[in-house]
Nanobody, 128 residues
Framework: QVQLVESGGGSVQAGGSLRLSCVAS???????????VGWFRQAPGSERERLVV????????DYSDAAKGRFTISQDSTENTVYLQMNSLNVEDTAMYYC??????????????????WGQGTQVTVSS
């Protein structure tokens, strides 16, 4: 099965930017199953939340209110990679960030509970 690996997290000052990467291995399986891919995050003591979900090919993007206007998802099909560009970061963005995928026919679900393939996460820490 396809595997997902996140990278690009780190510590930044408020107002700074980070670009997260999610690399998928097993590209033949990935392409064949027409998956949705999303970025999610979870802070200690908080519920896991959606940031954005997208279909492969990038024709459908669904951003959460927290991500809208500041975060942008993109894809590089030649590298089997999905990115999350995060700008204007603030302390409330501190969390573990995950990418995840699920096969879907006509739409990409918003709930993280419906995604069944997850990376291990990358930590983002924003200081004031």
């Amino acid at each position: 099965q396809v595997q997902l690996v996140e990278s690009g997290g780190g510590s930044v000052q408020a107002g700074g930017s980070l670009r997260l990467s999610c690399v998928a291995s097993g590209s033949l399986t990935y392409t064949r199953t027409n998956p949705c891919v999303g970025w999610f995050r979870q802070a200690p003591g908080s519920e896991r939340e959606r940031l954005v979900v997208t279909n492969t090919g990038g024709t459908f993007n669904d951003y959460s209110d927290a991500a809208k206007g500041r975060f942008t998802i993109s894809q590089d099909s030649t590298e089997n990679t999905v990115y999350l560009q995060m700008n204007s970061l603030n302390v409330e963005d501190t969390a573990m960030y995950y990418c995840a995928a699920v096969s879907s026919a006509n739409y990409c679900p918003e709930s993280w509970r419906l995604y069944n393939l997850w990376g291990q996460g990358t930590q983002v820490t924003v200081s004031s």
